[in-house]
């Protein structure tokens, strides 16, 4: 007896979780009340048709991208590295400044720190 109210339940809450009320759920529970529950299953239906039409033009741009990107992989990679090298160089001339300007080396932070009229 348990079992059977654990599986309702289940269900239930699955239900509750899995159906949220947006605007084509409540076009298809209008069409329903105002139609019939034919027009609402027809209505639900050519929802779940424009769902599954935007998830396989979104599968095969997905999968073109990844075919143009694996054609260009080297290239890519090695502008990649070297945006992480120009970001390091970055970052280290920033911590030397930093470190110049707590030990107060004023001639080292002069010369790292922009003119003042900019």
Same mark, same amino acid.
């Given at each position: 007896?348990?079992? +059977?109210?654990?599986?309702?339940?289940?269900?239930?809450?699955?239900?509750?979780?899995?159906?949220?009320?947006?605007? +084509?759920?409540?076009?298809?529970? #209008? #069409?329903?009340?105002?139609?019939?529950?034919?027009?609402?299953? +027809?209505?639900?239906?050519?929802?779940?048709?424009?769902?599954?039409?935007?998830?396989? +033009?979104?599968?095969?741009?997905?999968?073109?991208?990844?075919?143009?990107?694996?054609?260009?992989?080297?290239?890519?990679?090695?502008?990649?590295?070297?945006?992480?090298?120009?970001?390091?160089?970055?970052?280290?001339?920033?911590? #030397?400044?930093?470190?110049? #300007?707590?030990?107060?080396?004023?001639?080292?932070?002069?010369?790292?720190?922009?003119?003042?009229?900019?």
């Amino acid at each position: 007896m348990d079992y +059977v109210f654990l599986i309702v339940s289940g269900v239930v809450i699955g239900l509750i979780v899995a159906v949220p009320i947006g605007p +084509v759920n409540l076009i298809c529970i #209008r #069409r329903t009340l105002a139609f019939g529950p034919v027009n609402g299953f +027809v209505s639900g239906l050519g929802a779940a048709l424009g769902d599954t039409l935007f998830a396989i +033009v979104t599968g095969f741009g997905l999968t073109a991208a990844a075919q143009l990107i694996k054609g260009y992989s080297s290239l890519l990679e090695l502008i990649g590295g070297g945006m992480l090298i120009l970001a390091a160089a970055a970052l280290y001339g920033l911590w #030397r400044w930093h470190h110049a #300007r707590s030990a107060g080396h004023v001639a080292a932070v002069a010369a790292a720190a922009p003119p003042a009229g900019h």
